[in-house]
Structures are given as C-alpha cells and as structure tokens.
C-alpha cells in the first residue's frame, strides 16, 4: 500500500510534468545559464582554475534543485492540490516518498545534462570511473532532495517561501555539498582517488540515512495543521 | 524556575566577576602563553551552545508530537542563545588560532561544522520572525535537524584529522587549568540558565499580551 501510494503521487508529477515540461524546461535552462556564467568567471583562456568543476557541478545541482523544489510545490499550491493530498486517506509519509521521488527523477535528467557540460566547459574527467561518479551524484542528490521536498512542502503555506526555501535548505544541506565537492574533487585526480570518494560516498550515505528518516518522522506531524 | 530566579541571577554575576580571577590564577601555559587564557571561555561557550543546540531540538521535537506550547517557548529561547554563545565561540576561536595556527580562519571540519551550527540556529530565528503563520512548526522541523548536526560538531575533531584540538583535551587538562576550566563553565552555564529563565519569561508575557488583544477585539 506504502509503495503504491508513492508511487502514484509520482505517476501524477510525472504525467503532470510530461503535460506542460514547464519545470523541466526552466530547470534545465537554469542549470545550463548557471554553468554558464561559472565558466565565464572561472575559465581563463581555456585554462579553468584548479578543482572548480567539482563545486560547480554541485553548486549548479543545489541551485537548479532550489528552482524546481519551489516550481513542483508552487504548482500544488495552486488550486490547493496539496490539501486534496493530504487528505487523501493514506499515509503521509507515502506522499512525501511520492514527491522526493519526483524531485529525483527531475534532477537525474538535469545530472545528465550537467555532467557533460561541466565536462567539456572545465576540462574535467568526470567520466574516467563512472560508476563512483553515479555513486556521488546519487548519494548527494537523495540527501539533498530528502530534505528539500520536505522544506518545500512546509512552506507552501508559509509567508515570503521563495525566499525561505534557499535560507532553511542550504545550511541544513552544506554537509551533503562539502561530501558532493570534496568526493568530486578526489574523482578529478589524475589518477582517481577511488579510496577518496569511496569514503566521501559513505559519509554521504550516513546523511541520507539520517536526512531520511528525520524527514519521513517529522512530515506527518509537521503537515498537520 | 521564575523563584529561583533571582538567586540564580547574583550567583552568575559573583561567579562572573570572580572568573577573571581564576582564570588569571590558572597554570601559565609555555608555548602559547597568554593566549591561551582564551580556552577557559572558548570551549565552555563551545560546550554551551552544543547544549543549547541539542536543548532546542529536543523541545522543538516535543513540541512536535505533544504540541506542547511551553516546548515551543524553551525551543524559541534556546535557539536564540544558541546563536549567542556561538557568536562567543566563533568570535574567541580565531583569536586564539591566530596564535597557535598562524591564521585566523581555516575551513577544516570543526570550523566548518560550528559555523553550520551556528547558521542553522540564525536560520531558525529568520523563519519564526518572517515566515509568518505555520513558522513554528517549520522551525520546530528544521531545529530537528539542526540538533542531527550536533553530533557531528562535536565528533568531527576525532573523525577527521584536523588543526582543532581533539576532544581528549579538556578532561586531561594539567591539574593547574582544570579547576579554573570547570569554574568557568559552570558560570557559563549558569549565565546560560538565566538568560534561559529570562526569555521564556519574556515569551510567556508575549503570548499572553497576544492573547489579550484577541480577547479584546472579540
């Protein structure tokens, strides 16, 4: 029933999503401009500057993310969707898998688009071992979404959340960031430093665990009004 | 506590007048010297907010799942002293690393983590000021959360291998330092209490001058 439910709510974002592509298409764009305007700044005559493209990979994921975070909620708050949601006889924990399962599918497309582009714009070898570069992206984009699905959906309702949003998500997820960066950063070395980023993709799995499960306990009371 | 306020109040401020004096009486350290006075209230502030820390997130997760009003005036109180006692960690810290590390400032791991703290606890007071209806449970979230940080403050000297001294320092002080150590952070614990007493104080009196005004309009 669990598994149902969640998957439901993200049978619905999809299908919404598929219908308009409005967050997909601003999403990526804004993630495409960011990369952009970094590698203005920080590509000087070809040559970029040390271990930029490992922060610019994650600043312009936590950025992007931010955008669609807002975008996705916004939506349900439109016509009070959101409400209809939770008072939908089933569990909330469920609805909220059902959103940061969405959020995951949006930001894996805007990864695959990101990678290659931090790729050709910084001279980076993010592909030389591809399975822990997955590793990284995946660990760090689950302990981002966690807690940003559940930001979001508190601040539907809250004044000025536009604003919020970024001010209540990023301190809470600069740890997740520091392990993106630094494993990003070992991945870059010539050679790989596959000890490096193995350890990095742990401590990112212990913050998902944590991000997780303080996530999954606090929506139900937290979206009780 | 509003009883033992008072009494409380002229303890902390002997025990704060009399600090000085320990501290001036406390082993002379060699190699760092004066600056290592710093220490007695560097680590007792640390000790303080992590306290502080741990204190909000345990009432704001009460108040969660009891809705118990007066776990939101402790989480409220606690919170902003969080960001005062880490304002005198942050603040005393590079005073002292300047000494010792030759820099003021470094990004290693124990830094890094108190000034995630540090920001989570500005983050918090920012919501229950402008988020507007709601914000106390958004706060009480994000305090949780805040509170799963404070482990890895205080672990992150021992995980990783970093300029801050480890954890191991304080209770293998030279018998010299560690009467005036203790003595320190008892009173800053204690100012701590007062300053907690005083606000919830304060916050009680606001919520029932709202709730006047309600009944008034009515």
Redesign the interface.
Known sequence: MFVRTALLVLRKDVAIELKSREILYTTLLFALSCVLIFSIAFVKQGEPLEDAAAGILWIAIEFAGTLALGRTFERERYAETLRALLLAPSSRAAIYVGKVLGILALLAVVEVLLVPLVALLFHAPLFSAPLLLVGLLATGTVGFGA?GA??AA??V?????D??LP??LY??T??VM?AGVRGTAALLQDPPDAATVTMWIAILAAFDV??VT?SLW?FE??MTE | MRKAFMPLLIVVAVLLAYAPVMIAQGAFEQSMGLVSKIMYFHAPSGMVMLVSAIVCGVASALY??RKNPAMDRLAMASAELTVLFGVLVIGTGPLWAKKAWGIWWDWEPRL??TV?GW??A??YL??RK??????D??G???A???T??VP?IYLSVNIWRTLHPKTTVVPTLPPGMRGPFWFCALTLFLLYLVLLTARIHLERQQNALDELYLALED
């Not at chain 1, 309702?157 to 959340?161: E, G, L, Q, T």
């Not at chain 2, 402008?130 to 914000?135: I, L, Q, V």
């Open positions: 807690v559940l930001f508190m601040l309702r809250a004044r000025s959340r604003v919020m001010i209540l301190p809470i600069i740890p520091i944590v991000f303080l606090t009371p937290v | 969660l799942w890094t983590m995630v920001l989570i500005v983050s920012f919501v402008y988020a507007g209806p709601g914000s449970k958004l009480a979230a994000l949780v959360f805040g799963a940080n890895f």
